[in-house]
Structures are given as C-alpha cells and as structure tokens.
C-alpha cells in the first residue's frame, strides 16, 4: 500500500514482495501491540483496525458489544530484507501472553483474543512454530493464537491510530498496560530498535 488505508476502508488484497511483506496481528488492545511495533527497525507501516467480522460492524462502538466477530489487530507492513517474519512474530508473542483465551489482563472479550491473519503459508509456518516451541518456553503453557488466513482488514477509527504516541502516560491505561509493554519490548529487542537522529 502506498498511503494507509482509512476508516471506512477495505483491505482485501495485498501484495507480498521482497522488499515488502504485510502481517495482520491481534494480541489485546490494539494501541498496545501498534506501541510495541512503532520503534521496530525495518517496520514501514502499523494501522490499527479489526479483523473477521464484517465491514457494517468494523467500529469501535460495534466492536465493543463483543457481538461483532472482529479482533482489534494491527496491519503491519514490514521489510523482511531488514527483520525477516519470524522475530516479527517472535516480538509480538513476547509482546502479549498468547496463553489466554479472549483476553489480555484486565482487557476481557473475543475481540482481544490472539490471533495471526497470515497473508502467505511461510507466514503461517512461521506463526505455528514458534506457537510449538517458543510459546511454551515462555509462558509454561500452549498457546491459544488462532491461525486464519487473511481477508479483509478494516482501518479503525483516526483517533485509534498512533494512540499511545499521541496520549502517552497522560493516560492512565497507557501508563500501567501499554508502557510496561513497550519498555519490556524495547529493553529485550533494543538490538532491533530504529535509531533516532
């Protein structure tokens, strides 16, 4: 995609290339796993948004009524010449525990459920090992990530998008759920963080 897709959009198709490879991720809330992936090298792109579901119900106020079918995820395009799909996968299970059946924390309903939306088959491998080996290893326990291929991705609302960048530690669920998350993230993978001019 040349320019992010908007709320009221739909993405159906995208166009895996060398230099360019596009994963859909669910792991809690949405302002939470786009935090972490912000300051990844070799990440171009983080839209916030929902999957599953249908496009009449892909809204923030529809969503939350737990009746919509739809993950809040993140559309990730990223370089695999850079970071290759499997530590993209690997930051993003250390990022959330994919262990907890429609929830993470205190954040309770299907649409926080742990889900990879896999746009190729090395995509979905990839995911499915590290479900096997890594997870485990982590959490002392299976993972419950469902592996779906992906269909359609629906932008989430503007005021969603780069949230905790924007609000930061002003808010409080930002300060006590997405900064330990980032900080954790950053600290474990500083060796993978864009550098800053």
């Known amino acids: 995609m040349s320019t992010s897709p908007q709320f009221g959009e739909v993405v159906t198709q995208v166009n895996n290339t060398p230099r360019k490879e596009t994963i859909i991720l669910g792991g809690g809330c949405f302002w939470c796993v786009e935090a972490v992936f912000l300051d990844i090298e070799g990440v171009e792109s983080v839209v ?62 299907p649409q926080y459920r742990s889900a990879v939306f896999y746009t190729s088959d090395e995509q979905k491998d990839a995911a499915q090992e590290l479900m096997d080996e890594l997870v485990p290893d982590l959490y002392g326990k299976a993972a419950v990530t469902e592996l779906i291929p992906f269909q359609s991705f629906y932008p989430a609302e503007a005021y969603h998008q780069d949230y905790y960048n924007k609000v930061g530690d002003r808010n409080s669920y930002c300060s006590f759920v997405i900064t330990p998350k980032v900080s954790k993230i950053r600290k474990k993978y500083s060796h993978r963080l864009k550098s800053r001019a």
Not at 82 to 100: M, N, S, W, Y
């Open 48 to 109: 916030s948004g929902y999957a599953g579901g249908t496009a009449e119900t892909a809204n923030y106020e529809a969503v939350c009524t737990k009746r919509t079918d739809h993950v809040e995820v993140i559309l990730l395009e990223f370089d695999p010449e850079v970071i290759d799909r499997k530590e993209i996968l690997e930051i993003f299970f250390a990022a959330h525990d994919p262990t907890t059946p429609n929830r993470q924390g205190n954040d309770v309903g």
